[in-house]
């Protein structure tokens, strides 16, 4: 059972746009954590944002959290060629363990 | 600074056959996990472990078996391979602990199986 899940599947963008995913999940969280996944490799943590924060920035990625519609955003802006990779949101599923969603493939065009 | 490591990086393996993968991590942390990784999927939980010598069932654990002998090491095995298994396994790993970062999970670069 997937708690997160991402919109959309996958997108294809210029370089220099901004790029925004989407992930909504179904039960409350104590926080939402973003992850990339370049092709062939373990995914790396991004960025976290806690339930009571509702915008978090970190160099080009800007994090928003809406806990009354449980729903959380990933923008990059001025997107890279290097950006191109999967990216997956994981909210706390108890015990330490992460639920992931089936990510948002992104592809950014020279 | 090598994180964690994950070996083989990759292997087939005919229906019935059997192996292990391992996990090797080098910043003491507490907990790690196995995880499955399918085509158009996110990551599904296998096993894992809240500490040396301990391990629990994730959301797809039938077909596996782990172990944790050592707190650096997490074993994944596969006592009889089926062509369901092919895929794409991650170990990560995460402090524990009290703060925000104990939740953080570190990964290793995966271990690409094909059962024929």
């Known amino acids: 059972s997937q708690q997160g899940e991402e919109d959309p599947q996958a997108l294809s963008i210029q370089e220099g746009e901004n790029a925004t995913m989407n992930c909504s999940y179904k039960?409350?969280?104590?926080?939402l954590q973003w992850y990339r996944q370049n092709s062939g490799r373990g995914l790396v943590h991004l960025i976290l944002?806690?339930?009571?924060?509702r915008e978090k920035h970190s160099g080009r990625l800007r994090v928003t959290l809406d806990t009354s519609k449980k729903s959380s955003s990933l923008l990059i802006t001025a997107s890279r060629a290097a950006d191109t990779a999967s990216y997956f949101c994981?909210?706390?599923?108890?015990?330490?363990?992460?639920?992931f969603g089936a990510g948002t493939r992104l592809a950014v065009h020279p | 600074n090598a994180g964690v490591t994950q070996t083989p990086k990759f292997r087939v393996l005919k229906t019935g056959q059997s192996m292990t993968l391992l996990c090797a991590q080098d910043?003491?942390?507490?907990?790690m996990y196995w995880y499955r990784q399918d085509p158009g999927m996110g990551l599904r939980l296998i096993h894992y472990?809240?500490?040396?010598?301990?391990?629990a069932k994730g959301e797809v654990p039938d077909g596996y078996n782990v172990s944790r002998l050592k707190k650096q090491n997490f074993l994944l095995g596969l006592e009889s391979a089926a062509p369901s298994q092919t895929s794409v396994y991650f170990c990560a790993s995460i402090p524990g602990g009290s703060g925000l970062a104990k939740n953080i999970q570190y990964f290793g670069a995966g271990t690409r199986l094909s059962v024929l």
């Open positions: 994981a909210t706390d599923g108890g015990y330490n363990k992460l639920i």
């Open positions: 039960t409350s969280i104590n926080n």
């Open positions: 472990s809240v500490g040396e010598g301990t391990t």
């Open positions: 944002i806690r339930s009571n924060e």
């Open positions: 910043m003491n942390h507490e907990y």
